[in-house]
């Protein structure tokens, strides 16, 4: 496998072996990027504190044990013992060949095919989306697409909120306004507008004496699994879907009606779990309601800290289905690893879910669940971004602005293209803008909405990796033109074709290293780098210029192999590249 890092960590752990014994068959070589060398072995200051020796004793012991002739050249010793390495031209060129023969472009298979289920997006019915939840529809795509690029196998879960309280509200307003009516065909375009003017007939009856109690009954009824209240109940979910699949798409998200499992998934097992839970002696009442006290969460005065599971008035509540959930994702849908894209504010709920769900046996040791926290969107004034009235921002709204002003970008950069064309590169730049400002941001961090950031043709932005992209292509158009092919092998010789080569070689580790972790971030800054290489060498390297025949067709092979890496790391983020820009 083309990757340099795992062919060094081979022959230095193999030296490992003739120099210091057996034992030491699995250590790690800690072999990093370096800006003295192209790779550091950083593995002697460690070693050295294991065998009780001098560090750089321990460098000059792998060193002469190490075999790396066909490689690198012979490394250097550094600093307390570091071992400068760098890499042979024509290894990098043998590697940068196997590369553009490879299908998976060094994407490693899988020792273990895990079954990962991936818990994301989860608006709410009768809700508007807000930014909030484009950040977890986004982000947890792209660990989707990571993953089942990675060969791993992947089941999409869309946890929406449609169950509970709100719903008595909206069903009397739907049927006040009417199920075919204009006002309920905003839930399938605004269905926070539908929501508000529920709300503000609720509100505007504090004695419930009215609509309110019609809507407290309601939920009653609903729950008790009334048909009518249910089938009305499933109309209103319906719309509310229309909705959401219609965002996915402008967002080009790969989720489906089949991912949907909302929390009303759930009803008939909650009252199991509580069950389960009480007969394994881990929940009990406390002031009416039904508690678990996970192990290692107090609150104040050091209290344990109670998960309702069934509230007094025989409720359930967002606990109880979220263990419901846990629960069906081992047992039925196999999970191996469980990601959770859900807002960093829901830390201790979801820690305490699954601490709940590992002491009930449901989360068993080698299931790993992972809280793959999203920080906050902001505004220009640094807080949780909102439209001037305070209610949060229209997803839908924001979009269309982003392709509006993407379409300002491409009118002035490419006037010459057709009406369509430009109306299709436009929305690729405005969606892939925001949804790479999203990605390329560490998921945990917050960061500021910023449109004219996140369109911009410099710097970290979708634009400026779909441009490399529509740069390489036009030169492959070109080349095509002119009668020229491409090389089978990419050529590596100048300073700036090892430099980008070296980049190229880095794709599958860092995308193997992305799945594990769900930090698409890296993948974005990764894709940055090599996008810059990419820009770097086409300056020093002229491509269609050239006037060596071989020369040319090599470089345009190694131009073509970055086209394809950018593409498919692009994909894996869920950002498209648009044939010309
Ligand atoms: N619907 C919730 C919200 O909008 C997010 C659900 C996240 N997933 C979960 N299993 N709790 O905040």
Known sequence: MPAPEIALTERFQSAFVAAFGPEYADADPIIRPSQFADFQCNAAMGLAKRLGRKPRDIAAEILAAVDLEDVAETPEIAGPGFLNIRLRTDWVAAQAAELAEDEALGVPVPE????????????????????????????????????????????????????????????????????????????????????????????????????????????ATLQSGDAESLRIWTDLVGMSKEYFHRIYDLLDVTLTDDDLAGESTYNADLETVCAELEAAGLARISDGALCVFPQGFTGRDEQPLPLIVRKSDGGYGYATTDLAAVRRRVRELGADRIAYVVGTSQELHLSMVAETAREAGWLPEDVEATHVKIGSVLGEDGKILRTRSGASLRLAALLEEAVAKARTVIDELRPDLPEDERAQIARAIGIGGVKYADLSTAHDSDYTFDLDRMLALTGNTAPYLQYAVARIRSIGRRAEAQGVTAAAVPLVENAAERALALQLLQYGPVLAQVGAAYEPHRLAAYLFSLAQAFTAFYDASPILKESDEGVRAGRLALARLTERVLVEGLDALGVTAPQQM
């Open 112 to 219: 273990h095919v895990d079954t990962v289920v991936i818990d994301y997006s989860a608006p709410n019915v009768a809700k508007e989306m807000h930014v909030g939840h484009l950040r977890t529809t986004v982000v947890g795509d792209a660990i989707a697409r990571t993953l089942e690029k990675l060969g791993h196998t992947v089941v999409r879960q869309n946890h929406i909120g449609d169950w509970g309280t709100p719903f008595g509200m909206l069903i009397e307003h739907l049927l006040d306004v009417g199920e075919d009516s204009d006002e309920a065909g905003l839930l399938t375009t605004d269905p926070n507008a539908f929501y508000q003017a529920a709300r503000a007939k609720f509100d505007a009856d504090p004695e419930a004496t009215g609509f309110a109690a019609r809507a407290r009954a309601r939920v």
